[in-house]
């Protein structure tokens, strides 16, 4: 009996993610996310949701960015789990941790030296975008903003990653008090590169596994 219930655990279907395929896709998305974190910052960038909030954080306190990252998505838990539900939430919760705890140590393993800018805004945004495809595939997300586009895409049927993009220009409009034009230009260049990712590749007609 017990072994029948711990082959459900790992059992997947064409409709449903095994806990084992959630756990790998919540690692290798968190993980994705920090790479894409840490080319941004190489370049001196932002980034638009809650990261953005995290970094101009980080620029202006001089807190690290994990966790100015973990308490700026506090709030935004609620909204996961009355409109989204409780396994939506806990995974999001792991994700993001996961990512706040990564993005401590990730520089004691992979020095970013010098970063261009412009290269920096077009691998960082998508291999961020590349790391938020995998979360949201496994119902997760990155919190905050993350949460809401996937919220009205599920309500109103309006792409995440167009939802995420208006929400991001709002964000980096506040990055003038932190940065130059030409590195505001640059997170622009960031944030659209990330949201086109998500709202080509991440479409719920496309892909059905829950």
């Known amino acids: 009996m017990a072994s029948n219930a711990f082959a459900g655990l790992l059992n997947s279907s064409a409709d449903r993610h095994s806990l084992l395929d959630d756990a790998q896709g919540i690692v290798a998305g968190s993980m994705l996310a920090v790479l894409g974190v840490s080319l941004l910052s190489g370049a001196g960038l932002l980034a638009g949701g809650t990261a953005g909030l995290a970094f101009l954080a980080h620029y202006a306190t001089g807190l690290s960015f994990g966790l100015c990252f973990f308490v700026v998505n ?7 789990f009355r409109r989204l539900g409780l396994a939506f939430t806990i995974k999001t919760f792991a994700a993001i941790a996961l990512t706040s705890v990564l993005s ?3 520089s004691g393993f992979i020095s970013m030296a010098h970063v261009d800018p412009i290269a920096g805004a077009l691998f960082g945004g998508l291999v961020i975008g590349a790391g938020l495809l995998a979360l949201f ?5 990155l919190g905050g903003i993350g949460i809401l586009a996937l919220y009205i895409q599920d309500r109103f049927g309006w792409r995440a990653g167009f939802v995420q993009l208006g929400f991001d220009g709002i964000i980096l409009a506040l990055s003038f008090f932190v940065a130059s ?4 230009a ?3 260049l960031g944030a659209i590169v990330l949201n ?3 709202a080509i590749n991440h479409r719920k007609d496309r892909y059905i596994a829950m």
């Open 104 to 106: 401590e140590f990730v």
């Open 196 to 198: 086109l990712t998500i």
């Open 137 to 141: 595939r496994h119902r997760a997300s």
């Open 186 to 188: 640059c997170s622009v």
């Open 181 to 184: 034009p030409f590195i505001i």
């Open 74 to 80: 506090l709030p935004f838990y609620y909204l996961a």
